[in-house]
């Protein structure tokens, strides 16, 4: 069982910067594929990144060059750094934790609203 918790969230301006952390609870973290996923309002969910346990990471192609996705095994953390922000960037996003490996999952957090707007 993982139990997920996003931070980070919020309001900024156009090309402006946030920083999402997702902090997870629970062994074998270190096995989980992590990802982040949006969604915004008459949306369906997105996947916007994701880091596999191996370290590989992959982005949606309309965050590709602007967001960042990390892993801290250590800490049981996975961040999602977002530069140069769009208003088309606003949605609830979700950290994910799933695995092929262990039964179970895949997990999600409660979601953490992102906002772009001047």
């Known amino acids: 069982q993982v139990q997920l918790v996003e931070s980070g969230g919020g309001l900024v301006q156009p090309g402006g910067s946030l920083r999402l952390s997702c902090a997870a609870s629970?062994?074998?973290?270190?096995?989980?594929?992590m990802g982040w996923y949006r969604q915004a309002p008459g949306k369906q969910r997105e996947l916007v990144a994701r880091?596999?346990?191996?370290?590989?990471?992959k982005y949606a192609d309309s965050v590709k060059g602007r967001f960042t996705i990390s892993r801290d095994n250590a800490k049981k953390m996975a961040d999602l750094q977002m530069n140069s922000l769009k208003p088309e960037d606003t949605a609830v996003y979700y950290c994910n934790a799933a695995s092929v490996v262990v039964n179970g999952g895949p997990y999600w957090g409660q979601g953490t609203q992102v906002t772009v707007s001047s």
């Open positions: 880091i596999f346990s191996g370290g590989s990471t």
């Open positions: 629970g062994s074998l973290f270190s096995i989980y594929d």
